[in-house]
């Protein structure tokens, strides 16, 4: 017999309830606020919002099928299953938290917060799950390009948005960097890292970049099946070199980079604390992953 689908509820910890745990008390979080000029009325009141969206979506799953809640502290200890309908009740960037530990399940992204979200990835609200939970196997679901990064002992990450290579805490990394068609790493340099993104990262850290490279390769869509690189703040000197800063990946391109530091960090979607670390000799190759998102209406 085969089982149920499963609506496994993403959400993450709210401002409020940080505060809380951080401070002990309501009052004594609202002390502290009010020190720094800010009210913790409005906080609280975005806290039932988000708690009030995440019992709407509750309500409306259906009583025949099973149901999971999981943190977005916790996603890397949760195991996912086939037969999974992912709702993520949040913001954009949750949706690209959870995206790395997926492998094809449909995901409902629902706004906890309309007109504060820009709503890219959390497309939905709360009302409108039922609808989606019937169709989210059958209907129409945008297949988002991720990235990933592969290193030379198997290490694997893959991201949403984009991924980040270079030294912990952004200091000057040295390597060597190259591209498949010219046979591997081929160019010495020190910089404050590498980036290569999506274009659903287009909409974040990626374009500012491209935009401060005064444009270049036009940014890509969210479902093209290409990428966009640049290399922050390349460091031009006798040992190193400056002649590969930027550049785009199709489908089967790959970026090379063999680590000439004592040690080079890689992680993706600004989550640095789930990190592949990397050190001196080793070689990790970037592109397009094999996995998409299935990204729901």
């Not at 094809?104 to 007109?115: C, E, L, T, W, Y």
């Not at 990235?147 to 893959?158: C, G, I, M, S």
Request: with cysteine; glycine share 12%; aromatic share 6%.
């Amino acid at each position: 017999m085969s089982l149920a689908p499963r609506v496994v509820l993403v959400h993450r910890t709210s401002e409020y309830e940080e505060l809380v745990a951080r401070h002990g008390t309501h009052g004594q979080a609202a002390f502290f606020l009010s020190s720094r000029g800010r009210d913790i009325a409005e906080v609280a009141e975005r806290h039932q919002r988000a708690r009030a969206a995440l019992a709407e979506v509750v309500a409306a799953v259906p009583l025949t099928w099973r149901q999971a809640r999981v943190e977005r502290a916790d996603l890397d200890r949760f195991l996912f299953a086939p037969e999974d309908v992912v709702v993520v009740v949040g913001q954009d960037g949750l949706v690209a938290n959870v995206a790395k530990y997926l492998a094809g399940q449909p995901v409902v992204g629902i706004d906890a917060d309309p007109g504060r979200n820009p709503g890219v990835l959390v497309r939905h609200r709360p009302g409108n799950v039922k609808a989606l939970l019937g169709s989210a196997f059958t209907g129409t679901a945008d297949e988002l390009t991720m990235v990933e990064a592969v290193a030379d002992d198997t290490q694997r990450l893959v991201a949403l948005n984009e991924i980040y290579l270079g030294s912990a805490g952004h200091q000057t990394a040295r390597y060597r960097l190259g591209l498949d068609e010219y046979g591997g790493a081929v160019e010495p340099q020190a910089s404050s890292g590498v980036l290569v993104g999506t274009g659903t990262g287009a909409s974040g850290w990626l374009r500012s970049v491209w935009q401060e490279r005064g444009g270049g390769p036009a940014l890509p869509g969210p479902t093209d099946r290409r990428l966009l690189w640049f290399v922050r703040e390349a460091w031009p000197s006798p040992a190193t070199g400056t002649s590969l800063v930027a550049g785009e990946l199709g489908a089967d391109g790959r970026l090379c980079l063999t680590v000439e530091s004592d040690r080079l960090i890689v992680f993706g979607d600004g989550m640095e604390g789930d990190a592949v670390e990397l050190t001196w000799g080793q070689t990790v190759r970037v592109g397009v992953a094999g996995v998409r998102l299935r990204l729901v209406g």
